[in-house]
Each structure stands twice: as C-alpha cells, then as structure tokens.
C-alpha cells in the first residue's frame, strides 16, 4: 500500500462518477478512474461502479462494480467482457415500504448461482419497514458462506430519504452486533456533516460516519454514536479518527462517491491524509 494512505481509509471510496449528480459520461469517466488508480491516492480507491446497461460500452481494461436491479444484474454478469473485472455486484431489494424478505431471497439466489466467483455482494435494504429482520436474514446467509453484505442509502433528492443521526446510529449498532459489514451510498459529498447551500438539505459527513463506526467497535450505543453522526466540527472529529489511522475499517466496507478528488481534497484538509509523499 502506498505509504500516503494509512490502513483506516484503505478503499475506503468507490468511484461512482457515472451516477448523478456528478453524472460523468462514460467516455471521460474510464480514463479518469484509471489515472486515479494509477496514482498515489490508488489504495484508497475502489472499483468503477457501471449500471448494467452501460457495461457494453467500455472497452478499457477496467476493474468494475456491477450496479443494477436483480434481473438485469444476471443478463449483464452472464455476458462480461474478459476486460471487465467484476469486484463487487449491488442491488436493491426492495422499494421503501415493501417487505425486503422476497427481494432478498431473489439477489440471495442469485450470488448463490455466482458462487465460484470471487465477488461482494451488497444488498440494498431501505431504512424502514422490515430493516431489522433483513438484517438478521442478510447476517444468516454471510454465516451460511455467502459474501453479502449490507447497503443503505444515506441521501438523495428529497429529505426522506436522508436518515436522522438517530437512525444511522442505530443502523451501525445493529450491523455490528450481528458482525454483518454494510456499504452507503449517497449524499456523502465531504467530510463533516454540512446543510447543502442550494437543496437545504442535511447531509451526512464521510468523517462522521468512519467516527461513529470507531466508536461502535469500542462498544459504544446508540445514542452515542447519534452524537457523533450529528456534530458539524471538523477537527474534533479528525482528532478521534487519527489515532486509528493504523488499524484495520471496522464493519463499514466504504461509500461509493460522485467525485474521487472532493474525498482526498477534505481527508487532507484535515491532515489524515499528507499534502506531499516521502520516500
């Protein structure tokens, strides 16, 4: 690994700048995930995610995540291209306020039928009705030998769908006591928890979240992490974090980000990421 990312932030971001609202066209995002591979901040970055549909159209040697509704996600992963590498596989298993137990039997079945092949699986579970008990059905197939994991969405284009810090806490404390990891996406645009000056809307902090999981593996509750997911200074936040900085992310696999630089650009600002690599 390079020596400019510390183990804690080990990709730790997934390059989602086809997905709005950054909204890059494919043409430009291929070639500028591949420079952000190819530099020094490559540790920290994960793999280009692609809607299904959008699979055909990249002829680069690429490593991907296959984005996607169930069914579509099964025509495109029988039909990859050898210069595709497939990294993880993510999919909705319900909309908000549907019973997520059918959906997730579906996409189950479907990693199932992938077994042989060396992929993540993320199941997008909306944060309402029947979250917990998907929870322990998403916690029963990773004991069973499947690699799936868990996937919440923590913003979007209406208020709703940004869970309180009360309700991202509890999420966190319930991943944990079942050991299940879980990936968001979504509304994670910087660091620190921020209001966004043209929606008006409260978005999470990258930061934030990376500290609550911290405190979540040292047995902190709920309402503690609550705190933690709701506090809009920085440099408190930087401080917990860097003394981590060595150790291994706890239950959160990462985020998937419009933008790979806005990340770097607040991690350094912060200093948990250097200005300049020495030797």
Known sequence: MSNAVPPLLAALVDDAAVFPPGSMPLPDAVPAHLRHRAGRWAPMIGPLLVPTADLPEIAAT????????????DQALAAIPGNLTVRQVESPVAKRGEDPAPGIDRLAALAQKYSDKPWSWYFEVP?????????DHLARLR?????????????????ELFPTPVELAAVICAC??????FKLTAGLHHAVRHTDPDTGLVHHGFLNVLAACLAAEDGAEPADLAGIL?????????????????RPRPLWVGFGSCSVDEPITDLTNLGLLPREVHA
Do not use: N, S, Y
Not at 127 to 135: D, E, K, P, T, V
Not at 143 to 159: M, Q, S
């Open 230 to 246: 709701a506090a809009t200074d920085g440099l408190p936040l930087a401080t917990a974090v860097r003394g981590a900085l060595d």
């Open 176 to 181: 944990r006591d079942r050991e299940l990891p």
């Open 62 to 73: 690429v490593d991907i995540g296959v984005v996607g509704e169930p069914a579509a996600v």
């Open 127 to 135: 944060l309402a009705w029947g979250l917990m008990q998907a929870l």
């Open 143 to 159: 004991a069973d030998g499947l690699p799936v994991a868990a996937k919440f969405r923590t913003g979007g284009l209406a208020a």
